[in-house]
């Protein structure tokens, strides 16, 4: 028989988990170098980090009383249109906090500018 159609599926499944392993450890790099960024950005306003904010979503927690927000309103980032509102909000006050023009928040809707905004607000002065 000729096996002119077939065969070297091996290979192609040892690259796709090599690429997606791969893919993990570049997310996991870019999630724990975000809550870094997060947390010292909690530290410039004068709040304790703890280790909620290494934790997706109980992150909020530490960032939402660093600004004086009740912790319940964690519970709006689960509505979808409200959270965008109180994204944009939230945002807004941590500015304020790190005495930066709260107009700024604009730039999270600036394509590529968007991408060194949270890394500009915690290792800038």
Do not use: H, Q
Request: aromatic share 12%; net charge neutral.
């Amino acid at each position: 028989m000729d096996d002119m159609g077939g065969g070297g599926g091996g290979g192609s499944a040892v690259m796709g988990i090599v690429m997606g392993l791969g893919g993990l450890i570049v997310a996991l790099g870019l999630w724990v170098f975000i809550a870094y960024c997060l947390k010292r950005i909690v530290e410039k306003m004068g709040g304790e980090p703890g280790v909620l904010i290494w934790i997706p979503v109980l992150g909020l927690i530490p960032i939402l009383n660093a600004v004086g927000w009740e912790t319940w309103k964690i519970v709006l980032f689960f509505i979808p249109i409200v959270s965008l509102i109180f994204g944009i909000l939230l945002w807004v006050e941590i500015l304020k906090k790190l005495n930066k023009n709260p107009v700024m928040v604009l730039l999270l809707f600036v394509p590529c500018v968007n991408i060194f905004f949270i890394p500009w607000l915690a290792f800038g002065s």
